[in-house]
């Protein structure tokens, strides 16, 4: 595993973001695998979970660690930003187990670390599709196996997301596992609203031909076929839909644990 002091990799965020902004991101993972957070058998035992591009303020960082050491009090948490002013105005939230430190792509990981998690939010939204790719795979070093990026774009409070969730596997690289929508239904239920925060390799693809182009169709009709259930409510129309979508072929979670609470995981 690499480890490196150079230049961060990457370029600066608009950096802005509200409280709990990626609230249902965390607790997504904890409900996902709360198992990842909790493992202390071989690298694993002090490895990090890592939030990127932070933002002006740590506070996603910070609240990410409250919700996270719920389940494992001693978790090491590593908040990483590429603007200095930035990292040096989190240092006074730092302490024996939070870190906050200059760093890009090549996360600025010091000797013996690992990392178990990093989660990417309204990151990578800003390159161009080409530099996607060559992101991940310079993050995919840092990650022990069988660990996950989640890695996505949000709106600007959170009430709607959309994710990568990728597993680390031998070589050092990703294995796209599932695309994630998450919604808490404040502004209804519109399958169209998920379009505009799809992840950067998903959302220039929304054409014919292309395999997110399909799905966005199929459950279009799904929620079309379906708009009876919201006489019951958003969360029934939501789930109904998945129900739909499912007939259709396509691969996604019917449990309610992840219908009711508003996710629609895809899994590729």
Known sequence: MKRT????????TRGKTADNRLRR???????????????TDGLFSDSLFVDLGYGFDPRTTLESAARFRR???????LGVEIDKERVDGAQPFADERTFFRLGGFNLPLRSGEHVRLIRAFNVLRQYEEKD??????????????DGLMIEGTSTPFGSLWA?????????????????????????????EEFQTILPKNY??????????????????????????????????????????????????DLHKKWLSKGYLIWYL
Do not use: C, M
């Open 71 to 77: 389940v494992n009090s001693t978790l090491p948490i």
């Open 5 to 12: 002091s150079q230049k961060p990799e990457g370029q600066p």
């Open 132 to 145: 996607f790719a060559p992101a991940y795979e310079r993050l995919a070093e840092y990650v022990l196996t």
């Open 163 to 191: 994710a990568n969730l990728v597993r680390r596997v031998e070589p050092a690289q990703w294995s796209f596992e599932a695309l994630v929508f998450s919604t808490n239904f404040h502004s209804g239920f519109d399958v």
């Open 203 to 252: 959302i220039h693809r929304v054409v014919k031909s292309e395999p997110i182009f399909d799905f966005f169709e199929a459950w279009k009709r799904s929620a079309a076929e379906s708009a009876h259930a919201k006489t019951f409510g958003l969360k029934q129309w939501f789930a109904v839909a998945a129900e739909a979508l499912a007939r259709k072929g396509f691969a996604v």
């Open 25 to 39: 991101v965390d607790n997504f993972i904890l409900l996902y695998e709360s198992a990842l957070l909790t493992r």
